[in-house]
């Protein structure tokens, strides 16, 4: 079993930062892609930003490019989500999101195709 622990939210004002931290422990995966999804009441479960095995490969919302920025350390096996210029919008709770992949350059988008999820960890941004 893959265990996936989100860290980093919490309240911060229009215009602030956060970083999201997601680290992943149990047994390992082969090439993982990696995602952070967002939540609210009442709607569905949305892709944030999506990241390949490599590194090299990666997808954004709309909403969050350019202000946004996913990374990873396949040594530390972590994922981590950079927010800057945060809106009120941007208020949800943030899900890690782990996918089995066969290719290295593979970047998966669809929240039904990750495989391992995280608790989830509520960020909050103030108008």
């Known amino acids: 079993q893959v265990q996936l622990t989100e860290s980093g939210g919490g309240l911060v004002q229009a215009g602030g930062s956060l970083r999201l931290s997601c680290a992943a422990s149990g047994r390992s995966l082969s090439r993982p892609a990696m995602g952070w999804f967002r939540q609210t009441p009442g709607n569905e479960r949305e892709l944030v930003a999506a990241?390949?095995?490599?590194?090299?490969?990666?997808s954004y919302a709309d909403s969050v490019k350019g202000r946004f920025t996913i990374s990873r350390d396949n040594a530390k096996s972590t994922v981590s989500l950079q927010m800057n210029s945060l809106k009120p919008e941007d208020t949800a709770v943030y899900y890690c999101?782990?996918?089995?992949?066969?290719?290295?350059?593979?970047?998966?988008?669809?929240?039904?195709?990750?495989?391992?999820w995280g608790q989830g960890t509520q960020v909050t941004v103030s108008s």
């Open positions: 990241i390949s095995w490599s590194g090299g490969s990666t």
């Open positions: 999101a782990a996918a089995r992949t066969a290719r290295s350059f593979m970047v998966i988008v669809a929240v039904g195709e990750y495989d391992y």
